[in-house]
């Protein structure tokens, strides 16, 4: 008895088969179990999901075989202890890139099978065996859902129906792991390669800023030598020269801070408010209540050397971009839930025109309006990765009456 799934050409056993499995954990370099430990984590659906096949089709024993160049792998199996055999062993072997689901009433009288080790009984003894193709959106077959039993049986229309549709959410499961598996790759590419960049940013800021701080040592050298006041030609040279050192030496600095953070988040339960007063307090402003920057109390599990550094840029931003017609005003607060905690930055500056806001949170993109401060470009796309290392968010509104808001997400943690 035969029903047919896909047309047999749609199918393939590739030359690269266990390179492909590899993308979901099923097989490993070595050839010895999974890829990485944490496809394990999937395996107990895909358990849950063979024991209710065995059950729909009224039999004790169920499995899903996963089939290598040279192997059988049972990656999740019910009635008995999950085993690897050779691929010329497996009865799924035999006919899982059929393109259809076999069903056997008694395999010792079916020629394929009746000298396989799992019927004669040097391995088992099975009698009736249903074997459905795990078959992709991209045509590869990675094995088969099996559900057999050691006395004959005649499944109905329906059980085959079910079994059909279980074998289409193991593959489902499969996919999903493959995903997973694909981000943590790249997540740790990620994680590599920003540490490399810090790296790399710290030897040449360090590197450029030697040169840089003797430049502006003689500079300064000049500017006190008693032959140049501030009537000789020299005296602007120098200022020009010491000007442009200072913002090299600013834009070195950004560019280092933009690079180390985001790495490696070091969570802590962190108060809002206590962190809002460093800030103002390296900043020099006044703090509190009718204060230039006020500050709810919210606890928060975030990384605080980073929240400082997240809330500085943004002060900063609004203290070098504020509007010429209100004195300025900076309001941090926040709120939070199950789903975790979201922080807003809201000042009264000249803000942000809408076609703008995200825009300027790429790395080096100022506006150049009129009036606008020195900066290098980079304090917003610092609190942007800061708030992405944690897995959040940041977006940019307008501030009711004139100016802009961060909202900073902080998803909880699981």
Request: proline fraction near 5%; charged fraction near 20%; hydrophobic fraction near 40%.
């Amino acid at each position: 008895m035969a029903r047919t799934l896909v047309a047999p050409t749609a199918l393939g056993d590739p030359i690269g088969r266990d390179q492909l499995l590899q993308e979901y954990g099923l097989a490993s370099p070595t050839g010895e179990g999974l890829l990485v430990a944490g496809a394990e984590q999937s395996m107990e659906p895909l358990q849950n999901l063979v024991a209710l096949a065995a059950k729909l089709c009224g039999v004790p024993y169920g499995v899903i075989n996963v089939v290598t160049s040279d192997e059988q792998r049972q990656v999740a199996a019910v009635g008995f202890e999950a085993a690897v055999c050779s691929r010329q062993d497996s009865m799924c072997a035999k006919v899982f890139l059929a393109g259809e689901t076999t069903v056997v009433t008694d395999a010792s009288l079916d020629p394929r099978f009746a000298a396989n080790p799992f019927v004669t009984g040097e391995i088992a003894a099975v009698r009736f065996y249903a074997s459905v193709p795990l078959e992709t959106a991209s045509g590869f077959v990675l094995g088969s859902l099996c559900v057999f039993s050691d006395s004959r049986a005649v499944p109905d229309a329906d059980q085959l129906d079910m079994l059909e549709i279980l074998a289409r959410q193991a593959v489902q499961l499969l996919e999903l792991q493959r995903r997973t598996l694909q981000l943590n790759s790249a997540l740790h590419e990620v994680r590599e390669s920003n540490a490399k960049l810090a790296e790399f940013a710290g030897r040449v800021s360090h590197d450029l800023r030697g040169p840089l701080t003797t430049i502006l040592g003689y500079v300064e050298m000049g500017e006190d030598d008693p032959g140049v006041d501030s009537t000789h030609p020299a005296a602007e040279y120098f200022q020009l020269i010491g000007a442009s050192g200072h913002r090299m030496l600013a834009m070195l600095q950004d560019v280092l801070k933009y690079s180390s953070v985001g790495g490696a988040i070091q969570r802590q339960r962190a108060s809002l408010q206590t962190v809002a007063g460093e800030v103002a307090h390296d900043l020099g402003l006044s703090f509190g209540p009718g204060s230039v920057l006020d500050s709810d109390d919210l606890k928060l599990q975030v990384d605080p050397g980073q929240l400082r550094i997240l809330l500085q840029n943004l002060v900063a931003n609004a203290i070098n971009y504020p509007s010429p017609d209100r004195e300025l005003e900076v309001r941090i607060s926040g709120m939070s839930n199950y789903h975790g905690t979201t922080v807003l930055v809201a000042d009264n500056g000249k803000g942000i025109a809408p076609e703008d806001r995200q825009r300027v949170l790429e790395p080096l993109v100022r506006l150049h309006r009129e009036g606008d401060g020195q900066g290098s470009g980079l304090g917003l796309a610092t609190c942007r990765r800061i708030a992405e290392a944690h897995g959040g968010e940041l977006s940019l509104k307008e501030t009711p009456g004139g100016g802009t808001t961060v909202v900073i997400s902080f998803p909880a943690e699981h």
